[in-house]
């Protein structure tokens, strides 16, 4: 008995021990394998790729299990057959002790039957308690050990060397986005979800300790933000919301230009342009766990100016770590390194396809109604009807 515990908190260690070091990690942006650019010449244009095609196997009513879920199952089947057995060993003793007769020999067989059954059971809930602590509370669920949430699986498996498959990502109205690598990558409506992220930028130090939100040099001029925990501590209750505008040439001035729902002193404001929110597009409640990066990747639509911002909807007070921190976006009130306006980070960027500068406006496509086809009636020889005599 103590070396079957005993080889599973081995192998439970082990599990632990490589998901610390060896975990992976996926981001929203393009593959540096197939967006390169030498002497600003695009190698791989955009044009140039096929279309990417993919199945979601849920669509079709079905899911293939990954080795995750299988080795989950695995586990959790463990302790029910093991919790079975004990209870089954339990009942074998009890009645071993009624069928005795008052046998010495049978009652103390009996009584050893009770006991390891009720230790073995004893040791599978402290094993069961065990576990669920370091998954729900040690690790707040980043690792996973199969019980309370599916198993964390270390990246034992490593992309190789091996020349790409780039393929360009389409969103749900047609128009060509990511460029990623088929093999390692995959596309969520045009954006790509890049096996390996981006390098980080470097941060200055006053950025130690703080929730880093990088919305790039230019927040005016930017569709990708990484936000990183740098506190220590788990931060919950972060929150991004995304306003989508029609594009106005020249509409936006840096340093004042808000896309927002301009409600009191801010209706009148020339710079504040009233919004449409996104829910799709907008998170209402994420966590990042100290040291962990969300890559958040939302470009405008033809004819639009998007803004999306990232605050923490917890009450903190102005200079809190826990509020965004910005590293180096120019064109803001006070300049970087230091704390966002009012902790709260932005970018905004727009896409002028489909404006018509000669009518001043977004081209909206509009359906072609097709004229209902009428069935003239056709005259047919009818009885005239009798009349009475007179």
């Not at 981001?27 to 140039?48: D, Q």
């Not at 396809?353 to 001043?360: I, R, T």
């Amino acid at each position: 008995m103590k070396k079957i515990f005993t080889s599973i908190f081995t192998i439970f260690f082990l599990i632990l021990l490589f998901s610390l070091f060896t975990t992976s990690h996926v981001s929203a942006a393009e593959s540096a394998l197939c967006a390169v650019n030498i002497g600003g010449v695009e190698l791989t244009p955009e044009n140039s790729l096929p279309a990417c095609t993919s199945i979601k196997t849920e669509d079709l009513g079905f899911k293939i299990p990954s080795l995750g879920d299988v080795l989950t199952f695995a586990i959790r089947a463990f302790f029910v057959v093991a919790g079975l057995m004990g209870l089954f060993y339990l009942l074998l003793g009890a009645l071993s002790w009624i069928t005795s007769g008052g046998d010495k020999d049978s009652v103390g067989a009996a009584q050893q039957k009770i006991q390891a059954a009720i230790i073995g059971m004893i040791l599978i809930v402290a094993v069961l308690a065990i576990i669920w602590t370091l998954e729900q509370v040690i690790f707040n669920r980043r690792i996973c050990l199969g019980l309370s949430c599916p198993l964390t699986l270390p990246g034992l498996i490593k992309a190789t060397d091996s020349k790409p498959f780039c393929c360009v990502c389409i969103d749900d109205e047609g128009n060509r986005g990511d460029r990623i690598n088929a093999f390692t990558d995959s596309c969520e409506n045009g954006l790509g979800n890049v096996l390996l992220p981006a390098p980080l930028p470097p941060l200055p130090p006053e950025a130690q300790g703080q929730l880093v939100c990088d919305a790039g040099s230019d927040p005016y001029d930017s569709n990708v933000m990484r936000i990183t925990n740098l506190t220590g501590q788990t931060i919950d209750n972060l929150t991004t919301s995304t306003h989508r505008c029609t594009y106005i040439p020249d509409k936006i001035k840096k340093g004042f230009y808000k896309c927002q729902t301009c409600e009191g002193d801010q209706a009148d404001d020339p710079n504040c342009q009233n919004g449409t929110f996104d829910q799709e597009w907008s998170i209402p409640q994420f966590s990042l766990a100290p040291n962990e990066s969300k890559v958040l990747k939302i470009p405008a639509r033809s004819c639009e100016i998007v803004q999306v911002d990232v605050y923490n909807s917890d009450v903190h007070v102005d200079d809190s770590p826990v509020e965004c921190f910005n590293p180096r976006s120019a064109n803001t009130n006070p300049a970087p390194p230091t704390r966002w306006p009012g902790g709260i980070a932005f970018m905004i960027n727009q896409n002028e396809k489909g404006y018509d500068a000669a009518a001043e406006t977004c081209i909206v496509p509009t359906s072609t109604v097709t004229p209902t086809s009428t069935i003239t009636p056709t005259p047919t020889d009818a009885p005239l009807p009798a009349t009475g005599a007179s």
